[in-house]
């Protein structure tokens, strides 16, 4: 096989720096399993993994991209044949595993998903981790005892990738969504996608007492910190909190108020870490009723892997919104 394209990211004079080179099959880490990328997207993470900005990857030269999806191109594992519509997210992809951003990606089959038949490579990127991310949490607030008649719901980081599919999916599932947005210019957006209200982000007053006014009956977090605590002291009784992301910071001063007063749990989501039974019913679940109507509005930009410096910096100053997905033949 002849070269190809991948972006990868070294680390130089205790610089983390990323750039397209040109490899060969044989440069990429180990798997039973060889795609044809056709697609990827630009999460969070993979902005802080690319940069350096956070310790993502630590054995380097690594290829970024925590996401994929494509055609399989190669396969020893009996499960995936040539030809076949597979899609990856998670696991070590792009942090300890050559990742998403190269025209081809070899992964251990166990990390395959094969692709829901109504989805398209690109739509499936649309939804990559954000996506996926967001329908985790789902289930896991259901099994909680989340229903559409636990009150309003509460997205913060609401412009963001998993902050946009959660106000549109949760709407659709007829939800009262309330979006935390700390972008001004986005609130008819983000009416659009169904929030019924938005709330300023830097209106909110974060050094209130162990206990407020319960009002929320479920939440999605991406921001952590100050405003992640603010959510616990301002959840219903017996409400759950799903902690998602870090955009605003990773620390958490709370107290136990909420927890053994009010019932409230906090639980964890990790997408990386989702366990290999729950990732394909999750996936057929967006393929259903989780299906984000707004799929297509949600995608800001299309962008080929020679653009991915400005993209990461722009999302780690704040400035992205909705999901950037990666066209890894532009
Ligand atoms: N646990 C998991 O499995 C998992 C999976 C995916 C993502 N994540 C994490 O979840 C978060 C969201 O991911 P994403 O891919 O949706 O990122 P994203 O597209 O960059 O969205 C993050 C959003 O957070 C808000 N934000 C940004 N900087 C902020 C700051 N300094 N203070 C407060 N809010 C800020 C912004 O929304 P507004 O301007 O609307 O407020 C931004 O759009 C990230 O921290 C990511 O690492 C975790």
Redesign the pocket.
């Known amino acids: 096989m002849s070269k190809f394209k991948a972006f990868r990211v070294k680390q130089e004079d205790k610089q983390v720096k990323g750039r397209i080179e040109e490899l060969q099959i044989d440069d990429l880490s180990q798997g039973d399993v060889v795609i044809k990328a056709e697609y990827s997207s ?4 993979d ?2 993994a690319a940069t350096g900005k956070g310790k993502i990857i630590r054995d380097f030269p690594c290829i970024a991209g925590i996401d994929v999806a494509g055609t399989v191109s190669a396969s020893t594992d009996a499960r995936y044949q040539i030809g076949d519509k597979v899609l990856v997210t ?1 696991f070590e992809l792009g942090t300890g595993h050559d990742g998403g951003y190269s025209e081809y990606v070899r992964v251990p089959a166990d990390w395959v998903v094969p692709l829901p038949e109504s989805f398209s490579t690109y739509e499936a990127m649309v939804l990559g ?2 996506g ?2 967001t329908a ?1 949490c789902i289930k896991r607030l259901e099994e909680n005892g989340l229903t559409v008649n636990s009150g309003p719901f509460i997205v ?9 599919f959660a106000v549109n999916i949760l709407a659709g599932l007829g939800y009262d969504v309330v ?5 001004k210019e ?1 609130h008819d957006e ?1 009416k659009a996608l169904g929030a019924s209200r938005i709330i300023d ?1 830097n209106e909110i007053k974060l050094d209130g007492p162990p206990l407020e006014k319960g009002e929320w009956g479920g939440a999605i977090d ?4 100050d ?1 992640l605590a603010w959510l616990s002291r301002t959840m219903k009784p017996w409400a759950s909190i799903a ?7 990773a620390h958490l001063n709370t107290t136990v108020m909420p927890f053994i007063l009010r019932g409230v749990s906090l639980i ?7 366990p290999t039974p729950w990732r394909k019913p999750i996936w057929d679940r967006l393929a259903s009723d989780l299906m984000p109507k707004a799929l297509n509005d949600i995608v800001s930009e299309v962008v080929g892997l020679e653009e991915l410096p400005r993209v990461f910096d722009a ?1 780690l100053a ?1 400035k ?4 950037i997905v990666v066209d890894i033949n532009k």
């Not at 964890?268 to 989702?274: E, I, M, Q």
């Open positions: 630009v999460n969070y993470k902005a802080l998670g981790t954000a996926f991310t985790l913060t980081g609401a412009t963001g990738g998993v902050g946009s979006a935390v947005s700390g972008k986005s983000l982000r991406n921001v952590g910190g405003l902690s998602v992301g870090l955009a605003g910071g964890g989501v990790s997408s990386s870490n989702c999302m704040g992205t919104k909705g999901r």
